[in-house]
């Protein structure tokens, strides 16, 4: 079992950046494929971006088109933690965020498939 703890979520002005983190605890594993989405009252859980084992000694990333070079998805694997850093933040963005686990290795871009959930952090970006 895998448990994920998201943090660093809060108040933040519009074009500002805020640092997401998502600590792993449990039987989790360098291998498995971790993604970022963030749902508002009333609607689906969107997208937001990936993160999974590609190749030796890569990691593949992707990023939902709305965020692309605005975010940047990243794990520390010996920390067992995933990061999420936002730049250029803007009201569209608040947002529950939440981390997702999926055992399996590659790109995934559906909440479906991801079968481990932390509890979200609120972003709110103000403007």
């Known amino acids: 079992q895998v448990q994920l703890v998201e943090s660093g979520g809060g108040l933040v002005q519009a074009g500002g950046s805020l640092r997401l983190s998502c600590a792993a605890s449990g039987r989790t594993s360098s291998t498995y494929s971790m993604g970022w989405f963030r749902q508002t009252p009333g609607k689906e859980r969107e997208f937001v971006a990936t993160i999974t084992w590609e190749r030796p000694y890569t990691y593949y990333t992707y990023y939902a088109d709305s965020v692309k070079g605005r975010f940047t998805i990243s794990r520390d694997s010996a920390k067992n933690t995933v990061y999420l850093q936002m730049n250029s933040l803007k009201p569209e963005d608040t947002a529950v965020y939440y981390c997702?686990?999926?055992?399996?290795?590659?790109?995934?871009?559906?909440?479906?498939?991801?079968?481990?959930w932390g509890q979200g952090t609120q972003v709110t970006v103000s403007s």
């Open positions: 997702a686990a999926n055992p399996r290795t590659g790109t995934f871009i559906t909440s479906h498939e991801y079968s481990y």
